[in-house]
């Protein structure tokens, strides 16, 4: 640590301390009750897909079998032709990259990809890492298989959910990202990109991209 | 290395109370009424923040139990305050941990020539900027086009901040007192297109032009909602998506977060989040969360190859000294006490002259910068307990804005004038003959005054004119209480 006004040290001592704490203290405990606002493990893709869309995503239950038609329908309805798709057991295991190509589109999984060349994709098809039912939440943590930029860049954003996924609540989240490890990024995606600047009009799709799609298998 | 042209724009009437609250010496009084004054300004303001208040009052009702769930975040961010100096070095030892560089900097000056030496060493040419008020308190992003750096607000709001010479107006909606027709006319000027004040059209202008910026950018430069100590992270919370930008794209990033902006642990992270976008926007949860610490991964082909973060204090250690107002520190910048404030909603941001406006402002401004230059601050409050009640980690603001008011008067910075009168009407109050004279006094002179102004006093005589020039006094009652008695 670079600190060569001391500012630790005047921490310490504006806390009446003549040297930094090393004695661990104890913080508050966390009241379930008060916290947490999910209690269940069940239902939570009906609880998932309601939150999600009051944030306006685009949720839709789907049987393992229909999905490669129905992702391929809805990337050619909304214009994707250049797809990009981190590197996935789950994506690659329901075939998806070749379906899509015999679909007629131009797919790149990220070991194909660079961050510059995320820029021209139209749609990122991801797996999740975890799925928070309290606030319909997507959790993705990044890795050499997964770019940050996949999820960032191009106009849509489909991801495939599991059902081992979910988890009831933010506070679940946490914990899982304390014992699993949080790596050097993680993010929470809640809905498509959207802002309210101007006048608290609220605008979808600024920086981030326009349309939000997950298709939760069962 | 090449500097950004920026056209000068801007509604003069902003203009003018920037101007106004830069001059050497701050007057609050001339600042807010002319703020007040302004129809315009308060129908925007007021209006924006008022539904933006009663969607926190329902968004929070979600809650089991909404003031426990303050109390206990409040509590967390106390633990955390009183024991800091642990906090500080546990969060330092696993950011570099994680491969981060760790920097303390006493102030602004400190904090600016470090990520000054960054950008040189780096050779860094683009820098995006996501929205951080640490960065808006020492005027990082000009001094750093002063150095001669390319640097790009990336924030929709912040951008028409930047490109029309402005300041933020509120800690979350920086051009809440901007109207669309301005920001229309600026963007027309700016772009040379034409006018159009579709919002829709005017974000769709603005994303093309940022994302460009975004892809050749080499330097990211974020805030920090939290940092978790046991994990050595930073946790930005936003809506627009050009924060996780600064954490994707630029191959050097720094974070630039004070120092009291720690919690200990990641589960602290659920109660935060849980009361920050509710209290700041009314939403459940902001669209991103990013948590980040460190350079990329091994394998990783995005995110920063250096990641620095800096500690800055910039006068928080004095407020952590102080028993009394540390609790000050817990703030989290919200905004929920500024939507809440009916001072707030009649003068709007600038009038507070600094960074932080309305309640919460009032009371750091004058314990960061000194009581002297912002010594009317503690007296922009109705006291009406409102900012207290929307407060997420419970801060007492009215409590600690009737404590600087006692600082005031015991460190003697209030007028000679105001302290000579005060112990004038000590003494009349302690003696009748004095105190009747007094009020017969008053009675005379007020009620020929009041009845030349149509029922008000307007203005008060010599030394005490001050009183009521930014407020009348209704016409004093033809009989005193004592005749009323003597009659009954």
Same mark, same amino acid.
């Given at each position: ?81 250049? &797809? ?119 605008? &979808? ?5 326009? &349309? ?7 | ?200 059209? #005017? ?126 520190? =817990? ?13 707030? =909603? ?57 404590? #600087? ?84």
């Amino acid at each position: 640590m670079i600190d060569p006004s001391n500012v630790l040290e005047k921490v310490a001592r504006s806390l009446g301390r003549t040297s930094v704490l090393t004695a661990p203290p104890t913080p508050p405990e966390l009241p379930e009750p008060l916290v947490r606002l999910v209690h269940t493990d069940f239902g939570l893709r009906e609880l998932f897909a309601k939150r999600a869309t009051e944030l306006k995503m685009l949720v839709e239950p789907c049987y393992t079998e229909e999905l490669p038609d129905k992702l391929a329908g809805f990337l050619k309805a909304n214009n994707c032709r250049a &797809i990009g798709m981190n590197v996935s057991k789950l994506l690659n295991g329901l075939g998806l990259p070749q379906s899509l190509r015999d679909a007629g589109l131009d797919v790149k999984t990220w070991d194909d990809l660079t961050l510059d060349s995320a820029y021209d994709l139209d749609a990122a098809v991801t797996d999740v890492t975890y799925a928070v039912a309290e606030t319909g939440t997507l959790v993705i943590r990044t890795d050499a298989n997964h770019g940050r930029s996949l999820t960032l860049v191009p106009k849509v954003h489909v991801a495939i959910l599991q059902p081992k996924n979910f988890v009831p609540d933010l506070l679940d989240l946490m914990e899982r990202l304390v014992k699993d490890g949080v790596g050097s990024h993680v993010t929470l995606i809640s809905g498509p990109s959207k802002t309210a600047d101007i006048e608290m009009n609220v605008v &979808i799709g600024v920086h981030g991209p326009l &349309i939000v799609k997950a298709y939760i298998l069962s | 290395m090449a500097t950004l042209s920026l056209p000068v724009a801007g509604d003069q009437n902003t203009n003018a109370f920037l101007h106004e609250a830069a001059a050497a010496k701050f007057d609050f009084h001339s600042v807010s009424v002319k703020a007040a004054g302004d129809e315009q300004l308060k129908l925007a303001v007021g209006g924006a923040v008022t539904r933006q208040d009663a969607s926190r009052k329902m968004r929070m009702l979600d809650l089991p139990d909404p003031d426990a769930i303050r109390q206990l975040a409040g509590d967390i961010k106390q633990h955390t305050l009183d024991h800091l100096d642990y906090y500080l070095h546990q969060l330092g030892t696993n950011v570099e941990k994680n491969g981060g560089v760790v920097h303390f900097a006493k102030d602004g000056a400190e904090a600016k020539r470090i990520i000054l030496d960054i950008a040189t060493q780096e050779d860094t040419k683009r820098c995006i900027k996501s929205k951080s008020m640490v960065s808006e308190e020492i005027e990082l992003a000009h001094a750093l086009e002063l150095a001669g750096l390319d640097v790009v607000e990336t924030d929709l709001g912040e951008f028409i901040v930047q490109i029309s010479h402005d300041k933020p107006s509120h800690l979350v909606q920086p051009i809440v007192h901007k109207d669309r027709k301005s920001i229309a006319k600026l963007f027309a000027e700016y772009f040379n297109t034409p006018y159009n004040d579709d919002p829709q059209a #005017l974000c769709q202008q603005a994303r093309l032009f940022l994302r460009d910026k975004f892809r050749t950018s080499d330097l990211g430069i974020t805030g920090g909602n939290f940092l978790v100590a046991e994990t050595g992270h930073v946790v930005g919370v936003e809506n627009e998506g050009n924060q996780r930008q600064s954490v994707t794209t630029p191959r050097v990033m720094i974070a630039l977060v004070g120092i009291e902006k720690v919690i200990p642990r990641m589960t602290d992270l659920a109660v935060m989040i849980k009361l920050l976008a509710r209290s700041a926007t009314g939403q459940p949860i902001t669209i991103y969360t990013n948590i980040y610490g460190g350079p990329r991964d091994k394998g990783e082909k995005d995110g920063p190859e250096v990641f620095h973060l800096i500690l800055m204090d910039n006068g928080r250690t004095e407020i952590l000294a102080s028993e009394e107002y540390r609790e000050t520190l =817990r703030c989290i910048r919200c905004g929920a006490c500024l939507n809440a404030c009916p001072i707030y =909603r009649s003068i709007g941001g600038h009038a507070y002259g600094s960074v932080y406006p309305g309640p919460i402002g009032a009371l750091i401004t004058p314990l960061m910068q000194g009581l002297g230059e912002f010594k009317d601050l503690p007296h922009a409050s109705s006291l009406c307990g409102a900012c207290y009640e929307a407060c997420p980690v419970k801060i007492n603001i009215p409590k600690h804005l009737i404590n #600087l008011r006692r600082d005031i008067v015991e460190r003697k910075i209030n007028h000679p004038i105001e302290r000579f009168i005060y112990r004038a009407w000590a003494k009349s109050l302690k003696s009748p003959l004095l105190y009747k004279l007094n009020t017969k006094l008053q009675k005379l002179v007020l009620r020929s005054q009041a009845e030349e102004h149509g029922g008000w006093v307007t203005k008060l005589p010599s030394i005490a004119s001050g009183w009521t020039t930014i407020r009348d006094m209704p016409q004093p009652a033809a009989k005193t209480f004592h005749e009323l008695w003597k009659d009954r």
